[in-house]
């Protein structure tokens, strides 16, 4: 059972602190057995495990060593005091995994699901936090795949992939620049539609069953003006006066579930 000072937990630590660290080697961590246990149903690369005593206190993480074990992934074992150190979690967890990360390009996020393609695209979105929560969202509204456009958060910081709930695993999730991203969506065929809170227009009135990509911008800020001008739509989600603006993941599941609702056969709310 190795201690803090080995060498394996010192760069699992890196790994967890700096984003280079994570770019160069192309992994990233994920902690905790509701994590592990999504990125094994996932098939996710899963190169090793750190893992402590405190994993065979449950049922749950009893199952999980046999199933790391199944799989041949190679564990190291470490204290819990240890394991600790290395998260900043509420609740440390018994369990760390270093995955290799997936190289998602822009045809595969479009391609990500048999259905037509459903884009999440963030520009400027900073809290890694709210990146894993729109993920997570975008997954569960059953999105092709999210876009990362530009400068923003680490999909591979901890706290993100922590709050992607697993979803991570799951949903193809791409980086492209801004400005090979605009043409390539208009080659395929994609309605380009922006969340702007300054639109006239209801986001329930436009049609979003064909394929369409959903572009949000960072806290704050939004979109910038050049973007706004590139895209199809923009469409606003209406609120009670005196409130400026939804969060990125609050904006992020009204529209992409209005996505979905309209997919299900329910079609446009009104004429837009």
């Known amino acids: ?16 602190k ?49 199933d790391l ?16 150190g290395l998260s900043d979690a509420r609740s440390p967890q018994p369990v760390l995994l270093v995955v290799r990360a997936r190289r998602v390009t822009l045809d595969q996020a479009i391609d990500g699901r048999e259905a037509p393609a459903l884009l999440a695209v963030l520009h400027g979105v900073q809290d890694p936090g709210n990146l894993g929560t729109v993920l997570r969202t975008a997954d569960a509204a059953s999105a092709t795949g999210l876009v990362i456009a530009g400068a923003g ?28 991203l605009f043409p390539r969506l208009r080659d395929r ?10 639109s006239a227009t209801d986001y329930a009135s436009v049609d979003l069953r064909d394929p369409v990509a959903i572009f ?25 006066a005196g409130v400026e603006s939804l969060s990125v993941g ?11 609702r309209q997919r299900s056969g329910d079609g446009v709310s009104c004429d837009g």
């Open 18 to 66: 700096d984003r280079r660290a994570r770019d160069v080697e192309g992994v990233f961590v994920a902690e905790g057995i509701h994590l592990a246990e999504e990125a094994l149903r996932a098939g996710a690369d899963v190169e090793t495990a750190v893992v402590s005593p405190r994993l065979s206190a449950s049922d749950a993480g009893l199952r999980l060593r046999r």
């Open 153 to 180: 958060a680490d999909l591979h910081h901890p706290r993100a992939v922590r709050a992607t709930a697993g979803s991570i695993f799951r949903l193809p999730a791409a980086a492209c620049r801004g400005a090979e």
């Open 1 to 16: 059972m190795i201690g803090r000072t080995h060498p394996s937990l010192r760069r699992v630590r890196e790994l967890r």
């Open 69 to 84: 074990e199944r799989a041949a992934i190679p564990l190291i074992e470490t204290t819990d005091a240890a394991l600790d």
């Open 216 to 240: 949000l911008g960072g806290e704050g800020s939004g979109l910038p003006s050049d973007w706004l001008d590139l895209v199809d739509r923009r469409v606003r989600v209406p609120m009670r």
């Open 189 to 198: 065929g994609i309605l380009l539609v922006a969340a702007d809170p300054r």
């Open 250 to 260: 609050a904006a992020a599941a009204v529209l992409l579930f209005e996505a979905r």
